[in-house]
């Protein structure tokens, strides 16, 4: 799927593939040399993190294990109130590893910062989040995120592994949507 797929869907691309593609690579080398010499487990969060996770544990040098967890958060509509349930937990066994959290978005981080404090308390030697995009203006609880691909304006996107109505996950691209897609 490319901008053309999308018709009159698309308001514009905020990020290119091309842009993605050479900060995942910036990313990587940088994780590559903060963990040399130890095996990283890349945990991603379903189901956003799906591309980011993939196109960044290709790029990566070191030893990756990667696990998967999904969880949800409730709350009104689309604001998350940061209360989590697991809805499929991790199969390895954390003690002693070296994790790093793979999300594609922190907007509010709410979700994250319960997360954080769950994997936190299975035993690992440490724990670190790389994200592919930030909005510092929706953040509602301060998380330190060690990775970060772009800090974004407060708007909604999609592409990359981000849905609306889980549609348009599959762009190359980070885009807007035009607001006829979401006011009905």
Same mark, same amino acid.
């Given at each position: 799927?490319?901008?053309?797929?999308?018709?009159?869907?698309?308001?514009r691309?905020? /990020?290119?593939?091309?842009?993605?593609?050479?900060?995942l690579d910036?990313?990587?080398?940088?994780?590559?040399?903060?963990?040399?010499?130890?095996?990283v487990?890349?945990?991603?969060?379903?189901?956003?993190?799906?591309?980011?996770?993939?196109d960044?544990?290709?790029?990566?040098?070191?030893?990756?294990?990667?696990?998967?967890?999904?969880?949800?958060?409730?709350?009104?509509?689309?604001?998350?109130?940061?209360?989590?349930?697991?809805?499929?937990? /991790?199969?390895a066994?954390?003690?002693?590893?070296?994790?790093l959290?793979?999300?594609?978005?922190?907007?509010?981080?709410?979700?994250?910062?319960?997360?954080?404090?769950?994997?936190?308390?299975?035993?690992?030697e440490?724990?670190?989040?790389?994200?592919?995009l930030?909005?510092?203006?929706?953040?509602?609880?301060?998380?330190d995120?060690?990775?970060?691909?772009?800090?974004?304006?407060?708007?909604?996107?999609?592409?990359?592994?981000?849905d609306?109505?889980?549609?348009?996950?599959n762009?190359?691209?980070?885009g807007?949507l035009?607001?006829?897609?979401y006011?009905?």
């Amino acid at each position: 799927m490319d901008a053309a797929d999308m018709g009159d869907d698309l308001e514009r691309v905020l /990020l290119t593939e091309e842009q993605l593609g050479v900060r995942l690579d910036e990313m990587a080398a940088q994780i590559d040399a903060d963990y040399a010499g130890k095996s990283v487990l890349l945990v991603g969060v379903l189901k956003g993190a799906v591309m980011v996770m993939a196109d960044l544990a290709r790029r990566l040098h070191c030893q990756v294990d990667m696990d998967w967890m999904a969880v949800s958060s409730y709350g009104s509509g689309t604001k998350s109130s940061g209360v989590v349930r697991i809805l499929k937990d /991790l199969d390895a066994d954390l003690h002693g590893r070296h994790v790093l959290i793979v999300e594609d978005i922190i907007d509010s981080g709410l979700t994250l910062s319960w997360l954080l404090s769950n994997l936190r308390s299975r035993g690992p030697e440490s724990v670190e989040i790389a994200t592919m995009l930030r909005k510092p203006d929706a953040a509602k609880v301060e998380v330190d995120v060690r990775y970060v691909g772009f800090e974004i304006p407060n708007e909604f996107v999609v592409g990359f592994g981000l849905d609306y109505g889980e549609r348009y996950r599959n762009l190359p691209f980070v885009g807007t949507l035009a607001p006829h897609v979401y006011s009905h």
